[in-house]
């Protein structure tokens, strides 16, 4: 069973920076280092979205266009964590935010399909004042 765990939401002014972390359990790390992740999140009212996501090895990323610049995920596979470093955060990233890992192994681009992740987190929630 894999499990993931999201951490470090919280409350933060416009302009402030968050980071945040998805730890995952029930693997040992090579089985870990074989998977890319993702991080989507969902506002009140809407559809989950992609956020970013990352290789397996971490040589590849991807962002959705409203975070490029702002956000930057890594991953730490010896830790069998993920994060997401949020900068410059405004009022429309409030959301909750949930880490997801990408069901294939090795795959050489990062996943940005919801359909393409298999195991998700319980999400943490964003929110960002004005």
């Known amino acids: 069973q894999v499990q993931l765990v999201e951490s470090g939401g919280g409350l933060v002014q416009a302009g402030g920076s968050l980071k945040l972390s998805c730890a995952a359990s029930?693997?040992?790390?090579?089985?870990?280092?074989?998977?890319?992740m993702g991080w989507f999140r969902q506002a009140p009212g809407k559809e989950r979205e992609f956020v970013a996501a990352?290789?397996?090895?971490?040589?590849?990323?991807s962002y959705t266009n409203s975070v490029k610049g702002r956000f930057t995920i890594s991953r730490d596979n010896a830790k069998k964590t993920v994060y997401l470093q949020m900068n410059s955060l405004q009022p429309e990233d409030t959301a909750v935010y949930y880490c997801?890992?990408?069901?294939?192994?090795?795959?050489?681009?990062?996943?940005?399909?919801?359909?393409?992740?298999?195991?998700w987190g319980q999400g943490t929630q964003v929110t960002v004042s004005s």
């Open positions: 997801a890992r990408d069901q294939a192994r090795w795959r050489d681009f990062p996943p940005i399909r919801r359909n393409e992740y298999d195991y």
């Open positions: 029930g693997l040992i790390v090579n089985f870990y280092g074989l998977y890319g």
């Open positions: 990352i290789t397996w090895s971490g040589g590849r990323t």
